[in-house]
């Protein structure tokens, strides 16, 4: 292997001490404890899951956390006025709701329900919208791609002037991921389904962000000699070797790609943990100004 890896659970769990240093401090010198309220609507197994963890790890760095579940078959009028509920609610300073939606639902609407003070996963149009004009400054910036962001910058890799590809243009990941790389100066290509020849494009970037959700599609020829490859998927392959049947692997062929990147992030233990990383420095933050601290 000649990649070094970029260990994202262990830089995860340096925020989420700093995090719990802070929260500490905010409850004995202010009394204020941040806040935040999880909405999940109906039984997706994965996002079950996601906000499991998400309230499992704010109860850690002593965030009150509070879960909201609504039935597959919440109306409209039903998940929206839970918003506005927790938008009125002083204790709750984050809102999170879980995506995907069932399909019924109008995601937009219910996005452009959230306070834009409290919208910690920065998803908000306003949010997304600031975050892509010069100038401007989102409140928050959605939680994975701020991650990806924390995770560079912490390895003591340089962002600006960079040749950045990004694959993959979700509202999540690609979209956002690549306005925070444009605010840090590198220069951006975002690839998508219907772009010619990948490969060739991929092998332009000093750093390359894969969040395309398509399992082990990255290979080394992809890569260019010395790259920072960032991997974003977490897709499920069978694998009748291990007791609960799969395995989880990245947009990245990780064997192959660390023997030609120079930096690495492995899939579990990669960007994964950063999300809910930044979700609860997100709410620290939101706390923080609503108390008038920042
Ligand atoms: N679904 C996949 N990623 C995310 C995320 O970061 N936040 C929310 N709310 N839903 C998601």
């Not at 290509?189 to 599609?217: E, F, K, N, Q």
């Not at 799969?246 to 790609?257: A, H, N, S």
Request: charged share 25%; hydrophobic share 45%.
């Amino acid at each position: 292997m000649t990649a070094k890896l970029i260990d994202g659970k262990a830089i995860a769990k340096e925020i989420q001490e700093e995090l719990t240093r802070e929260v500490a401090e905010l409850k004995e010198k202010h009394g204020v404890v941040p806040g935040l309220a999880t909405v999940l609507v109906g039984d997706n197994p994965a996002s079950q899951t996601y906000v499991r963890m998400k309230q499992k790890r704010s109860a850690e760095v002593g965030i009150h956390s509070v879960g909201y579940t609504l039935p597959g078959d919440a109306t409209q009028e039903e998940v929206e006025a839970l918003v506005r509920k927790l938008n009125a609610d002083p204790t709750i300073h984050g809102i999170l709701v879980q995506l995907p939606l069932p399909k019924h639902l109008n995601e937009e609407a219910v996005l452009n329900a959230i306070s834009i003070e409290k919208d910690v996963d920065g998803f908000h149009p306003i949010n997304i919208g600031r975050l892509a004009m010069k100038g401007r400054q989102a409140l928050f910036a959605p939680c994975t791609p701020a991650g990806i962001i924390e995770l560079i910058d912490r390895t003591g890799i340089a962002i600006e002037g960079k040749e950045a590809v990004v694959l993959g243009r979700s509202n999540i990941v690609g979209l956002p991921v690549s306005m925070l790389l444009l605010k840090r100066n590198a220069t951006i290509t975002i690839c998508h389904s219907r772009t010619h020849d990948l490969p060739a494009v991929t092998r332009r970037a000093d750093i390359l962000v894969a969040a395309v959700g398509r399992p082990l599609m990255v290979k080394a020829d992809w890569v260019k000699p010395g790259a920072v490859v960032i991997d974003v998927g977490i897709n499920r392959v069978d694998d009748p070797s291990r007791k609960r049947g799969y395995r989880l692997v990245g947009d990245v062929d990780f064997e192959e790609v660390k023997e030609v990147a120079g930096w690495i992030t492995p899939v579990p233990g990669g960007v994964g943990p950063m999300t809910i990383a930044m979700l609860l420095k997100n709410t620290v933050t939101a706390a923080k100004r609503a108390a008038g601290l920042l």
